[in-house]
């Protein structure tokens, strides 16, 4: 079927910054948004497990740990949210063509994620809130478990939204066949064959870095309290040794599932793409030898070894997915040859916007924290009282 009618062509404004910035600013924005969704989506579904075992003995430090990822999810979530604005930005920039029209396609799902991401993000405060605020019974875990496991099934209902439009936007010769079927927007891309291995990877990646950050917590605590801290940090390393080593087969189902020549190209056929897998690979090695030192032995440095290899390897496998892209929408969307105008004083104005958001994020987080922190017992915080001994 001839596809290129379908797909439009780009706005006739040219773009105010040159192509390979834009693409660099892409790939920095998703890794930045990629690290806090995999502890919102992955945190939700830890908190549920650890919120259930910890239900008979509050004082547990398996409770106590629900607790504190419960408290800090609506942080992430926010970091999540406003680091996903600058992808989104770049994506609609450069790939609009492809990315409007399956947006379009699918549009009844892609914009009822707005709707779960609000109900979602409730549910963490009211937990907090709500939940948390009464008594500290084995009900009241229960109660956290199940409201957790709600939360999560809508995270992980907005991560699958994502992955039907990023795999639908990269195969335009879909579109016609999907509007036939439903000129009204009530489509996903769930043919495609590299859709449940994606969306594995992302899921398993996010329990992952949940492990990660458990341990972060433990970091934090090394000064406060020297025995759960180590109980943190080895943990948190246990939690991202599993989920690493089980991501080696769901990685290489991810690369079964591509086409051969897309496939090919991360096993030698192309030298850069083959370059970033091998490192990914590498940085992987690094990670599961240092955390697995780590989970056995608390060893705060193996494990910071272990966060900054990982925290490079997602960096990795980000550019690996953009070249993935590129590949799919080289014959059909073509960035490179649209005119380009560059708005220095724009950058500028974004930069600046950028660097204020981080610093304003950053001050929340230690508002956030002085909250449940106070010392003081008159906390007009409702949750600080019950959360502060986390
Ligand atoms: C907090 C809940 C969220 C979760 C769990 C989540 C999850 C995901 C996942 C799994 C992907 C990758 C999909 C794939 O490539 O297969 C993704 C991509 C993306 N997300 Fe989010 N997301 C969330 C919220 C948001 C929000 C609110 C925004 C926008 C403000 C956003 C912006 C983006 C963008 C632009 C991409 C694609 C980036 C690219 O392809 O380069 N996300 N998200």
């Given at each position: 079927?001839?596809?290129f009618n379908?797909?439009p062509?780009?706005?006739?404004?040219p773009?105010?910054?040159?192509?390979w910035?834009m693409q660099?600013?892409?790939?920095?924005g998703?890794?930045l948004?990629a690290?806090?969704?995999?502890?919102?989506?992955g945190?939700s579904?830890i908190g549920?497990v650890m919120?259930f075992?910890?239900r008979k003995?509050t004082?547990?430090?398996t409770y106590?740990?629900?607790k504190a990822?419960a408290?800090?999810?609506?942080?992430f979530i926010?970091?999540?949210?406003?680091?996903g604005i600058v992808p989104?930005?770049f994506?609609q920039?450069?790939?609009g063509?492809?990315?409007?029209?399956?947006s379009?396609?699918m549009?009844?799902?892609?914009?009822?994620?707005l709707a779960?991401?609000?109900?979602?993000y409730?549910?963490?405060y009211?937990?907090?809130?709500?939940?948390?605020?009464?008594?500290?019974g084995a009900?009241?875990a229960?109660?956290?478990s199940?409201?957790?496991?709600?939360?999560?099934i809508?995270?992980a209902?907005?991560?699958?939204?994502f992955?039907?439009?990023?795999?639908?936007?990269?195969t335009?010769?879909?579109?016609?066949?999907?509007?036939?079927?439903?000129?009204?927007?009530?489509n996903?891309?769930?043919?495609?064959?590299?859709?449940?291995?994606?969306?594995?990877h992302?899921?398993?990646?996010?329990i992952?870095?949940?492990?990660?950050?458990?341990?972060?917590?433990?970091?934090y605590?090394?000064k406060?309290?020297?025995?759960?801290?180590t109980?943190?940090l080895?943990l948190g390393s246990r939690?991202?040794?599993?989920?690493?080593?089980?991501?080696?087969?769901?990685?290489?189902?991810?690369?079964?599932?591509?086409?051969q020549s897309?496939?090919a190209?991360?096993?030698g056929?192309?030298?850069?793409v083959?370059?970033?897998f091998?490192?990914?690979?590498?940085?992987?090695l690094?990670?599961?030898?240092?955390?697995a030192i780590?989970?056995?032995?608390g060893?705060?440095r193996?494990?910071?070894?272990g966060?900054?290899s990982n925290?490079l390897?997602?960096?990795a496998?980000?550019?690996n997915?953009?070249?993935?892209r590129?590949?799919?929408?080289?014959p059909?969307v073509q960035?490179d040859?649209?005119a380009?105008?560059?708005q220095?004083?724009?950058?500028a104005?974004?930069?600046?916007?950028?660097?204020?958001?981080?610093?304003?994020?950053?001050?929340l987080?230690?508002?956030v924290?002085?909250?449940f922190?106070?010392?003081?017992p008159?906390?007009?915080?409702p949750?600080?009282?019950?959360?502060a001994?986390t």
């Amino acid at each position: 079927m001839e596809t290129f009618n379908f797909i439009p062509a780009y706005p006739p404004l040219p773009f105010p910054l040159p192509v390979w910035l834009m693409q660099t600013l892409l790939i920095a924005g998703f890794f930045l948004h990629a690290l806090p969704m995999n502890v919102v989506w992955g945190g939700s579904v830890i908190g549920a497990v650890m919120f259930f075992l910890g239900r008979k003995d509050t004082s547990s430090y398996t409770y106590k740990s629900a607790k504190a990822l419960a408290i800090s999810l609506p942080l992430f979530i926010s970091f999540a949210i406003t680091q996903g604005i600058v992808p989104l930005l770049f994506l609609q920039l450069l790939y609009g063509p492809a990315f409007y029209s399956s947006s379009i396609i699918m549009a009844a799902p892609w914009l009822s994620l707005l709707a779960i991401l609000i109900v979602s993000y409730y549910i963490a405060y009211y937990i907090i809130y709500r939940v948390l605020k009464n008594d500290f019974g084995a009900k009241t875990a229960i109660k956290a478990s199940v409201w957790m496991v709600i939360m999560s099934i809508g995270f992980a209902a907005i991560a699958s939204i994502f992955s039907n439009n990023m795999t639908l936007m990269q195969t335009p010769d879909k579109w016609m066949p999907l509007y036939s079927n439903n000129p009204h927007g009530l489509n996903l891309n769930l043919h495609e064959p590299q859709l449940l291995p994606r969306y594995t990877h992302f899921f398993v990646s996010s329990i992952a870095v949940t492990g990660m950050t458990l341990g972060c917590f433990g970091l934090y605590l090394t000064k406060r309290n020297a025995e759960f801290s180590t109980w943190l940090l080895k943990l948190g390393s246990r939690i991202f040794l599993g989920a690493t080593i089980l991501q080696i087969p769901v990685g290489l189902w991810f690369l079964k599932s591509l086409p051969q020549s897309h496939m090919a190209a991360f096993m030698g056929g192309d030298q850069l793409v083959t370059g970033v897998f091998i490192a990914s690979m590498a940085l992987m090695l690094v990670s599961i030898l240092a955390t697995a030192i780590s989970s056995a032995s608390g060893d705060r440095r193996l494990f910071i070894a272990g966060l900054v290899s990982n925290a490079l390897l997602i960096l990795a496998m980000i550019i690996n997915r953009h070249q993935l892209r590129l590949m799919y929408l080289n014959p059909h969307v073509q960035p490179d040859a649209v005119a380009v105008s560059t708005q220095w004083d724009l950058l500028a104005i974004f930069l600046v916007s950028t660097v204020a958001l981080i610093l304003y994020l950053v001050w929340l987080s230690r508002l956030v924290y002085r909250a449940f922190h106070t010392e003081s017992p008159a906390v007009s915080n409702p949750a600080s009282a019950n959360v502060a001994s986390t």
